[in-house]
Nanobody
Framework: QVQLVESGGDWVQAGGSLRLSCVAS????????????IGWYRQAPGKQRELVIK??????NYNDSVKGRFTVSRDNAKMTVYLQINSLKPEDTGVYYC???????WGQGTQVTVSS
């Protein structure tokens, strides 16, 4: 079993920045992590979970609403994927989750709240 733990969520004012982290552990190996397609999703209050970014390490697919503001990166040796969020907007508020596509593993999420 693979465990994912997100962190870095916070309350920030519009225009601010955050860096979210997602660390894999458990039965995940560095090779598995390196080869995995990993996504960041978010769920705003009262809305369905939506894809923010999906990356296989070489190619990243961004939700149009975050292009130019969000950047995904990973440290495979640490089995950690990061989400750098700049120019935060109130509509970015929600719980952010990471997901490893192979096996459909999810973390518990980290809350991002952006005030106007």
């Amino acid at each position: 079993q693979v465990q994912l733990v997100e962190s870095g969520g916070d309350w920030v004012q519009a225009g601010g920045s955050l860096r979210l982290s997602c660390v894999a552990s458990g039965s995940a190996s560095v090779v598995f992590f390196k080869l995995s397609t990993i996504g960041w999703y978010r769920q705003a209050p009262g809305k369905q979970r939506e894809l923010v970014i999906k990356s296989n390490g070489g190619y990243s697919n961004y939700n149009d609403s975050v292009k130019g503001r969000f950047t995904v990166s990973r440290d495979n040796a640490k089995m950690t994927v990061y989400l750098q969020i700049n120019s935060l907007k109130p509509e970015d508020t929600g719980v952010y989750y990471c997901n490893i596509e192979a096996g459909d593993y999810w973390g518990q999420g980290t809350q991002v709240t952006v005030s106007s």
